[in-house]
């Protein structure tokens, strides 16, 4: 039933109240309601127009989630450059752009220059074009005369209005920014990020960078990433203000977010005393800044001025001084990362830097280390990367003293003393201890338990973090020994609480093949690995004894995964656990000839939407069983898309592209026909 205009002016309304919370909230920072009220309008929006698909638009602030991923990005060639700036690297420096931008301008030294202060964002420089005031591509500031397309990732940016507000904008405008993560949004990613087990960024800028860049928006969407615009491009059908801090006040009024730091002053003079007030603030401000950007105010003085090949005449970058240190490496120990990572981490003698006492630095891997020719003993400079995590960036090769030691690899865990691996090729040592290793004890539980995994319903971070801080487990194969007496010894868990995890780890006992190979855990081994070595295999026996020769006849496993599943199987550690779960009754049913494993290689197959007879995941296992690739976008060389309910943008495409459309029933009959 199509909607009714009672419902269709009621998404109007909660879209018009989003907006305009989103607008006081990122733009003006002045927020009328609570997060969970925000949170509460926007599901009701998203209520209606699920139930309503015909009244979703491009601009609803429900469209942010990300679409499917991109093969790769196309090319936007800019209609106006985005130039690069001259630096300036102390007063005497911005007194002689001054001096110039005078001379130009025909002005004596009595006739001072109105200039625009802006902090210099230390993040990504993007483009972003609105056609009658509709956001249509964002666009990475690239080589200054070609960047990348990045409108599915800029469309994810709450900052980054999908429509502009009010009225009297020009009917093409070009709006160009800084996308940058907060300092503190970088940290709490980073922690997320560790606690899960996945990668954590060096700094916010590359975060920001690499976040821009991904293919699969879907991601960009789980970043929180935002943007301060600085200047405009192109602007077609309509007039702007005649000053350049006058052009970023009007767009804050249409929703653009500016830096509420940027002023107008008078005079260098008057900069100098900015730059100096910037760099005071910089320690206690929440995003990265590494100077001042200085801009003529007067748009028809920039004019007058003009360019260089690369760069504008009329602005200048006066950078602050990089935060240093010098000092002597004093010892260097190894730390055991969740997932195994060891890393050397630099002991220093302290040593202040940017008003911060550093006594510890990363050295990120072995490879840096030989890169930087580091020698225990040896003077270093230090320098706060990002202003965040301190790190050794040069040794001071004349300070040598003729007693130092050579910094080696360890070959043994610190945490649990198994083997350490450095693959040839590969950058990161690892500890090879896995399920028995203290240090990655936590992160192979919970993957362990994991939805993919054994599906241990209940057992969540805050439990196993419980379970293995008070020394109740020590390995997965643990969680089945548990008892009622010893669960209700913990924090908030009723012995109701208790029994329900009982049940669920009774239950979980029962799975496939497949699920426990992925739950061990093992370096690149993931979900669909799991099931090619169990069709290959068809038992974990042949698995365990399985040599690295025999592991590369496994469809899509090379000479580097083999190695990595066979020095697994190899451990001692690893197969106490594997033996202990099997004789606590994890096991599994042999799995019947699944049909021809080759009936469908060679061919690619895409589903989307709601399918209601088996889950997405079963139907991927089934596919997979008979050879096909199961992929999670569409394009010219997909086989099939299968389109359950609410099929969206896949769908789409795939009708765009001549690409073939299966439903759930015919996708069902493909199975059985082939035995699946």
Same mark, same amino acid.
């Given at each position: 039933m199509p909607a009714s205009k009672k419902i269709a002016d009621e998404v109007a309304r909660l879209r018009e109240q989003l907006n305009h919370h989103n607008y006081l909230y990122h733009t003006l920072d002045q927020p009328e309601i609570s997060d969970v009220e925000f949170d509460r309008l926007f599901h009701a929006l998203k209520a209606l127009e699920s139930e309503y698909p015909e009244l979703v638009t491009d601009d609803s602030p429900t469209q942010r989630v990300g679409?499917? !991923?991109? @093969?790769?990005?196309?090319?936007? @060639?800019?209609e106006m450059p985005m130039l690069s700036l001259d630096n300036a690297f102390g007063d005497e420096d911005m007194r002689d752009f001054d001096r110039r931008v005078r001379t130009r301008l025909a002005r004596s030294e009595h006739e001072g220059i109105r200039y625009t202060c802006e902090p210099k964002i230390d993040g990504v420089a993007v483009s972003l074009m609105y056609d009658d005031g509709k956001l249509v591509r964002g666009a990475t500031r690239g080589d200054g005369t070609t960047g990348e397309d990045i409108t599915q990732n800029v469309r994810t940016i709450e900052a980054i209005p999908l429509k502009l507000k009010g009225e009297g904008y020009p009917a093409r405008l070009e709006i160009r920014g800084e996308v940058y993560f907060s300092l503190s949004g970088f940290e709490k990613m980073n922690a997320d990020a560790q606690k899960s087990g996945q990668k954590v960024f060096a700094n916010p800028r590359n975060a920001a960078a690499g976040t821009l860049r991904q293919l699969d928006s879907r991601l960009t %969407?789980?970043?929180p990433l935002t943007m301060f615009a600085y200047s405009v491009g192109v602007v077609e059908g309509g007039e702007l203000p005649t000053a350049h801090s006058d052009i970023l006040r009007k767009l804050k009024t249409w929703g653009i977010r500016i830096n509420p730091l940027a002023e107008a002053v008078d005079g260098v003079e008057a900069c100098l005393k900015y730059y100096d007030r910037m760099l005071e603030q910089r320690p206690s401000l929440d995003y990265e800044i590494d100077g001042v950007v200085f801009k003529v105010d007067s748009i028809e003085e920039q004019g007058t001025l003009g360019m260089l090949t690369r760069t504008p005449r009329w602005a200048i970058a006066h950078k602050f001084p990089a935060e240093e240190g010098v000092t002597v490496l004093e010892d260097v120990e190894f730390q055991v990362g969740r997932t195994g990572a060891i890393t050397p981490v630099a002991r220093l003698k302290p040593v202040p830097v940017g008003g911060v006492t550093i006594s510890n %630095?990363? +050295?990120h891997n072995m490879d840096e280390v030989d890169r930087l020719g580091l020698m225990i003993g040896d003077t270093v400079v230090i320098q706060r990367a990002g202003d965040v995590i301190p790190k050794v960036v040069s040794v001071v090769q004349d300070r040598r003293p003729k007693k130092t030691r050579a910094? @080696? +690899?360890?070959? %043994?865990c610190p945490a649990c003393g198994s083997e350490v691996l450095? !693959? @040839?090729?590969?950058v990161i040592a690892r500890c090879t201890g896995g399920l028995q290793c203290s240090a990655q004890r936590k992160e192979s539980i919970r993957h362990f338990a994991s939805r993919l995994a054994l599906d241990i319903e209940g057992l969540g971070d805050k439990l196993v973090n419980q379970l293995v801080d008070e020394a109740l487990i020590e390995s997965p194969a643990d969680l089945f020994e548990l008892t009622e007496w010893q669960l209700v010894q913990l924090e908030r868990m009723a012995p109701k609480s208790a029994n329900n995890l009982l049940e669920a780890l009774k239950k979980s006992k029962t799975t496939t093949l497949p699920r426990f190979i992925y739950s061990l855990g093992i370096q690149e081994v993931g979900e669909s690995t799991a099931r090619n070595l169990a069709q290959f295999f068809k038992g974990l026996e042949p698995l365990r004894v399985a040599d690295e020769e025999s592991l590369q006849e496994v469809p899509d496993i090379g000479p580097i995964v083999a190695k990595k599943i066979a020095h697994f199987f190899q451990q001692d550690v690893n197969n106490q656990v594997i033996d202990q779960l099997l004789a606590n009754g994890v096991g599994w049913e042999e799995e019947a000839e699944a049909?021809? !494993?080759e009936a469908l290689v060679g061919e690619t197959y895409v589903l989307t939407g709601t399918l209601t007879s088996l889950t997405r995941n079963e139907a991927k296992a089934r596919l997979q069983s008979l050879g096909a690739k199961v992929s999670g976008s569409v394009s010219a060389k997909t086989s099939y898309v299968v389109a359950g309910d609410a099929a969206g943008s896949k769908l789409t495409k795939a009708q765009s592209l001549g690409v073939p459309v299966l439903d759930e029933q015919q996708l069902i009959e493909l199975l059985e026909q082939h035995g699946a």
């Open positions: 679409s499917a !991923p991109l @093969e790769s990005f196309s090319q936007v @060639e800019h %969407a789980q970043r %630095a990363t +050295l910094i @080696e +690899l360890p070959d %043994a450095k !693959p @040839e090729g590969e049909g021809n !494993p």
